[in-house]
């Protein structure tokens, strides 16, 4: 079978809604503009759905320029309209307390952002450089790795033992293939789309963010009750996790349009 793209999606604000994308320009640290801001608590750390629910309910983009923020809830109002500052004040954050830099983009967004999530937090910018654990890679505020790979038929047997079927925004992935067939992605390492080179590197252990619901910040139980009876995976380090989905790393650059076909050419 014929395995293409069928989603690409970017997360301009960490752990705030992605932007589907119909072209995406694969860069060492990933989709162009992923992970570009991030909010953060008033100590520097990360800000999450983990502990944020609603933050699902930010809608960003940006185009390099400027970032709008739209909210699907109650709060701020009017979007956010941000000229995004060439420079500011750089300010030591945190991401899992992996130390890092973020450029502040001042007191206007982090008021909007407080608003609309009830709590005190600042916006920032990535700045300087960060390095993958493994695999040789770069990211800007990404948990781990730049890209996360996942097979539409995955979701597919997932949703067949579910009550009822979940979709795939719950899994956050940059780039949703089609024909790799169930669970396919784990036993590949090397794809290409196009000159874009990918080497999916770790599998992917899931959180409970996975259990908000993207359109209503609602959390439940699913997917991870079902995923801890036959997906939880045991890595080198003995840690232990429930795995969908693979972590990858761009080995050619270039750019990735949806219906594009997919070649593995090691498995």
Not at 44 to 71: C, I, N, W
Not at 102 to 110: F, I, L, S, Y
Not at 155 to 180: D, Q, T, Y
């Amino acid at each position: 079978m014929t395995i293409v793209v069928r989603e690409l999606n970017v997360y301009p604000v960490k752990s705030a809604g992605g932007t589907p994308l119909t072209r995406a320009e694969v860069l060492p640290e990933g989709f162009r503009h992923d992970r570009a801001f991030m909010l953060i608590r008033p100590d520097g750390r990360h800000l999450s759905q983990r502990e944020v629910p609603r933050m699902a309910l930010l809608r960003p983009s940006y185009d390099g320029v400027k970032l709008t923020v739209e909210f699907a809830g109650t709060g701020p109002g009017a979007p956010l309209v941000h000229a995004v500052p060439a420079d500011g004040p750089v300010l030591d954050v945190t991401v899992h307390g992996d130390p890092c830099q973020g450029v502040d983009q001042g007191d206007e967004a982090a008021a909007w952002f407080t608003a609309a999530l009830g709590r005190d937090c600042r916006l920032v910018g990535f700045t300087g450089r960060r390095e993958t654990g493994i695999g040789g890679g770069t990211v800007k505020f990404a948990d781990e790795f730049p890209l996360l790979v996942v097979s539409a038929e995955s979701l597919a047997e997932l949703n067949s033992r579910l009550a009822e079927p979940l979709p795939m925004n719950r899994f956050r992935p940059s780039i949703v293939l089609e024909g790799l067939g169930a669970w396919g992605e784990d036993s590949v390492r090397f794809l290409r789309i196009g000159e874009v080179e990918l080497e999916l590197v770790k599998p992917c252990a899931r959180c409970v963010i996975t259990t908000t619901d993207q359109e209503t910040a609602i959390k439940g139980r699913e997917p991870l009750r079902t995923l801890a009876t036959y997906r939880t995976h045991t890595f080198p380090d003995g840690d232990r996790g429930v795995i969908f989905g693979q972590n990858a790393v761009p080995r050619a650059l270039g750019t990735i349009n949806v219906g594009d076909d997919v070649t593995v050419f090691s498995r």
